[in-house]
């Protein structure tokens, strides 16, 4: 099946920091990537949608310059988490569409992020 | 707009005894619905998924989930548990390319 992986899946930070998250789809062209975030024993909160080449697409009330979201290649998509604080600490998680399958998303394993 | 409702928070089980996973959904059109497992610090892992046909639909690990559009609901079932099973599990609804989730349901399964 189509493997989606995350780097790194955890991560701690200082407050004021920016950490970035990379995702990547391994044997397969993911033409849309989508972000979530999940807080403990929460469900997922979509966060954004991105599609090569192209802008995202944020969630209302995501701060769009807050987590910056690059798709730059049809593999990889990055999230930065700017200035973190420690209200950003989360379960942030990535999911891959390849341009075959509209309805079926691939999960990465997530990424864990401590802000101090 | 979509909505997905998971009826139970927790539901502790037995090992070897069945569980039943409750979803229901509200969307003025047709839907695409999915259950999804998550163990432990990890990602989500399709079970399953029902997009046309058949209402009755079969997954990986031993589960399955009926359709019901009268009821507009999406319940997971399981006949015989394993401790493995031990996970969170939501149901989502797809649509406008986008996947909504239910809050989940913690399936604890004990000896």
């Known amino acids: 099946g189509a493997v989606v992986s995350q780097h790194p899946s955890w991560v701690i930070c200082k407050s004021g920091t920016s950490v970035k998250i990379e995702c990547r789809s391994l044997?397969?062209?993911?033409?849309?990537m989508f972000w979530y975030r999940q807080f403990p024993k929460q469900s997922l909160m979509l966060m954004a949608t991105s599609n090569e080449g192209s802008k995202a697409t944020y969630e209302q009330g995501v701060e769009k310059d807050k987590f910056l979201i690059n798709h730059a290649s049809l593999t990889l998509s990055t999230l930065t988490v700017t200035s973190a604080h420690p209200e950003d600490s989360s379960f942030y998680i990535c999911?891959?569409?390849?341009?075959?399958?509209?309805?079926?998303?691939?999960f990465g394993p997530g990424t864990r992020l401590t802000v101090l | 707009a979509q909505s997905v409702t998971q009826l139970d928070s927790q539901v502790p089980v037995f090992e070897e005894a069945p569980v039943e996973l409750r979803c229901n959904y509200s969307?003025?059109?047709?839907?695409?619905l999915f259950w999804y497992v998550q163990y432990p610090n990890q990602g989500l892992q399709l079970l399953l998924k029902y997009l046309s046909g058949s209402t009755l639909v079969k997954g990986i690990n031993g589960f399955e989930a009926e359709f019901n559009k009268s009821q507009t609901s999406f319940h997971l079932r399981k006949p015989s548990v394993h401790i493995s099973d031990t996970a969170e599990y939501f149901c989502?609804?797809?649509?406008?390319?986008?996947?909504?989730f239910g809050a989940g349901t913690t399936v604890t399964v004990r000896a």
């Open positions: 989502a609804v797809f649509n406008d390319y986008k996947l909504s």
């Open positions: 969307s003025s059109v047709s839907v695409y």
């Open positions: 999911s891959a569409r390849d341009f075959l399958s509209t309805d079926t998303q691939y």
């Open positions: 044997d397969f062209q993911a033409t849309t």
